[in-house]
C-alpha cells in the first residue's frame, strides 16, 4: 500500500520552531518529487515547499522563503520541513505530497501557531 504519514505537528508559540516528518511506503521513494502543501481554514491549499527527486531542485511559497526548509533522506524515505519564526498565519494542516506519474498524499498534521 502507497502511504505517505506526517507526523511533527502541534501547538507552537509565535516565534517558535516545528519540524515535520513524512514517511513514505509502498512505492520507489527515489523517482518522486516531493513536497509540502497546507491548507488553512477557508483558504485554498496552497504549496509550501518542493523537492525534486534527486533533491537538486527546491522551491518555496513567497510566504515562507527564508523561514522553512524543505529536506529528503532517500536512504530512509523520508522527507522534512523545518519551519522556524512561526506566526500565526502558518496554521493550518501541512500535507505531504508525493509526485512522479501519478500524485500520493497524506492524511495531513496540523500546526497551530498561538500565544
Known amino acids: 500500500q502507497q502511504q505517505l504519514e506526517e507526523s511533527g505537528g502541534g501547538l507552537v508559540q509565535p516565534g517558535g520552531s516545528l519540524r515535520l516528518s513524512c514517511a513514505a511506503s509502498?512505492?520507489?521513494?527515489?523517482?518522486?518529487?516531493m513536497s509540502w502543501y497546507r491548507q488553512a481554514p477557508g483558504k485554498d491549499r496552497e504549496l509550501v515547499a518542493l523537492?525534486?527527486?534527486?533533491?537538486?531542485?527546491?522551491k518555496y511559497g513567497e510566504a515562507v522563503k527564508g523561514r522553512f526548509t524543505i529536506a529528503r533522506d532517500n536512504a530512509n524515505n523520508a522527507v522534512y520541513l523545518q519551519m522556524n519564526s512561526l506566526n500565526t498565519d502558518d496554521s493550518a494542516i501541512y500535507y505531504c505530497?508525493?509526485?512522479?506519474?501519478?500524485?500520493?498524499w497524506g492524511q495531513g498534521t496540523q500546526v497551530t501557531v498561538s500565544s
Open positions: 505530497r508525493a509526485d512522479w506519474a501519478y500524485t500520493i
Open positions: 509502498g512505492f520507489t521513494f527515489t523517482k518522486f518529487a
Open positions: 523537492i525534486s527527486a534527486s533533491g537538486e531542485t527546491i
